[in-house]
């Protein structure tokens, strides 16, 4: 049997709030920022920067490239955060998940700013243990490193931790870590599209998380 768990680490964007970021208007916009900036064209918003990322760090570049390229990401970030709205139980799914001795963390590929705009306002700041983003780490998922760093500050080994997100992207990056992944319906990908790489839980809602995390410690 699985180990249960001891934290529960969570995605931002369709996860704990809905998603709203217009991706086909992005992604068109930083493929032509990409472009102008050397660097490849293919993948998502987030294969685009990791590419990217990977070959500014060999160039000692990264910096440059966070400056030239971040304020890009940014402006799509505050102009979804306009329209973010908590998904339902979010906030009671955070307490009874401390209520419960369930240690909570977020990683997101939205940066700081926007998180940190919304989130005492719907009531999610309490008591994440760790809070990554994407000004804090080099890649984003679905590469491993801010899920990675996440459970170097809860203490926790990868095993023992429940990633729950919205999106293919989110599996990948579960599996990346060797965590599990719950994946919440009504995100940015539909439920047909994680045929080929299914997640270890399909929910509903968010109340379910908490049934599966606490169940597990019982």
Same mark, same amino acid.
């Given at each position: ?24 208007? #992005? ?15 293919? $993948? ?6 990791? +590419? ?9 570049? %990264?910096?440059?490239?966070?400056? +030239? ?8 970030? @505050?102009?979804? #955060?306009?329209?973010?709205?908590? &998904?339902?139980? +979010?906030? #009671? ?9 369930? !240690?909570? @963390? ?6 700081? !700013? ?6 005492? &306002? ?7 243990? !760790? ?15 801010? %899920? ?5 500050? %809860? ?22 870590? $060797? ?12 439920? !047909?599209?994680? @045929? ?15 049934? %599966? ?6």
């Amino acid at each position: 049997m699985p180990p249960p768990f001891r934290s529960v680490v969570f995605d931002f964007e369709g996860t704990l709030v809905d998603f709203q970021w217009r991706l086909e208007e #992005a992604e068109a916009e930083l493929r032509s920022a990409f472009a102008a900036a050397g660097h490849g064209t293919k $993948g998502s918003y987030a294969e685009l920067w990791n +590419a990217a990322a990977d070959r500014a760090a060999s160039e000692q570049q %990264l910096d440059a490239l966070r400056r +030239a390229l971040y304020p890009v990401y940014d402006r799509w970030d @505050a102009d979804a #955060a306009t329209r973010w709205s908590p &998904r339902p139980g +979010a906030a #009671a799914l955070l307490e009874a998940l401390a209520a419960g001795g369930v !240690a909570t @963390a977020l990683v997101s590929n939205c940066g700081r !700013a926007a998180i940190d705009s919304v989130l005492g &306002r719907f009531g999610l700041d309490r008591g994440f243990a !760790a809070l990554v983003c994407r000004d804090d780490v080099r890649h984003m998922k679905p590469r491993a490193e801010g %899920l990675q760093r996440a459970l170097v500050q %809860l203490a926790v080994p990868a095993g023992e931790a429940l990633f729950v997100g919205d999106s293919l992207t989110d599996v990948r990056a579960a599996r990346a870590a $060797g965590m599990r992944v719950a994946i919440i319906r009504g995100g940015e990908c539909a439920d !047909a599209e994680f @045929a080929a790489l299914p997640p270890d839980f399909m929910v509903s809602r968010l109340e379910e998380v908490a049934a %599966l995390a606490v169940a597990a410690r019982a």
